[in-house]
């Protein structure tokens, strides 16, 4: 279908997105370890809480925040270190649109919730029903303009990523040069994604959805916060304040991932035990737990108590802080196998 203009619309042949990002291997070759004892998310789930202790630490104060943030979460600097690790970015608690002294790391933000389609005979009747999704020589010629944006910007990530890839060949990583170049890709990568995002919903709504489905409209999905669109039964939290959610039970006691930290927690009336630094870690556990019952080893043989040590000092691997509480210990010491 013509564009506007009288030519061809660049929307139809977009060239391909490419990860230009190094996959490759050991240099070496040698296959990853992998083991019981050293689990490969080991050194994820570390930097999970060490982000975890930076938002609590952000959150704490005014002041805390102002050490390292800026008002809207972002780092004063990308030099700036606490445990030799990089700090990281923070965002506004969508839970929390009103307080604005509440954040969380930026990594957890849930993608925004996206526009549907319906038929615009929908009954009832959709009040968000917006029809401005009609192809248009206007409409057209935006999404010209905009398929233009997007490869440019394409274009300029590509360059700032080869820049920043060359400053760290060329003058290390900890030199100023390569630095400069790491801000000015972050900042073309993003770029990238906005432009990306918009681009994407801008072509169903003024060419793809226009032309397959007209008689569809665009409708506004209501949803805030983290708390909707998790899909679990929302339950008060072990501890004051945020979101909660429950998971299933622990003999008759409620299990609780809790929203702002991610933490499982067993809400015991004598008090909350942690049963989990994060979900899979708490998977992790009761997988190994499962594996060790369902083993063929009699319990009180050798080779059954063997096993129930290798898998305790797995669990300590895994989760030491949640391997420590009594519940586990409990578990993992055979209290639970005739239950």
């Known amino acids: ?17 490419t990860n230009t990002a190094s996959t490759n291997p050991d240099s070496d070759g040698a296959p990853l370890p992998h ?3 050293e ?17 609590e630490f952000a959150n704490e104060s005014r002041e805390n925040r102002e050490l390292y943030w800026r008002k809207d979460g972002q780092r004063k600097s990308l030099d700036d270190r606490i445990d030799g690790r990089e700090l990281p970015q923070l965002k506004r608690d969508p839970d929390y ?23 615009a005979d929908t009954h009832p009747p959709i009040d ?29 990530d590509r360059i700032s990523e080869a820049a920043k890839l060359k400053a760290k060949e060329d003058h290390g990583e900890d030199s100023e040069e390569y630095k400069e170049a790491k801000r000015v890709y972050s900042d073309t990568h993003s770029a990238v994604r906005d432009i990306g995002e918009s681009h994407g919903e801008h072509a169903a709504l003024y060419h793809a959805m226009a032309t397959q489905h007209p008689e569809y409209v665009l409708v506004d999905v209501p949803r805030t916060g983290n708390g909707d669109q998790t899909g679990l039964e929302p339950v008060e939290p072990p501890h004051s304040g945020g979101a909660a959610y429950l998971l299933g039970h622990w003999l008759t006691e409620p299990v609780v991932l809790e929203g702002h930290t991610g933490r499982i927690l067993l809400a015991s009336a004598a008090g909350p035990e942690l049963l989990g630094s994060s979900l899979p870690q708490f998977m992790t556990l009761v997988g190994l737990y499962r594996m060790l019952i369902l083993s063929d080893f009699p319990s009180r043989s050798g080779e ?29 010491d055979g209290h639970l196998d005739d239950l």
């Open 304 to 332: 059954g108590r063997d096993a129930r040590r290798s898998v305790k000092a797995w669990a300590a691997e895994v989760d030491p802080e949640a391997t420590a509480s009594f519940s586990w210990q409990g578990a993992l």
């Open 1 to 17: 279908m013509p564009a506007a203009s009288g030519i061809d619309p660049l929307y139809g042949p977009i060239a391909r997105e």
């Open 39 to 55: 689990p490969a998310a080991r050194h994820n789930e570390d930097d999970k809480a060490f982000i975890r202790r930076m938002v």
């Open 97 to 119: 649109p009103d307080d604005e002294d509440r954040f969380i790391a930026a990594s957890d933000v849930p993608p925004p919730v996206q526009p549907d389609y319906m038929p």
């Open 128 to 156: 968000l029903g917006r029809d401005e999704g009609r192809i248009t020589p206007e409409n057209l010629a935006d999404l010209d303009a905009e398929t233009n944006d997007r490869e440019w910007t394409l274009q300029a």
């Open 35 to 37: 083991s019981p004892a």
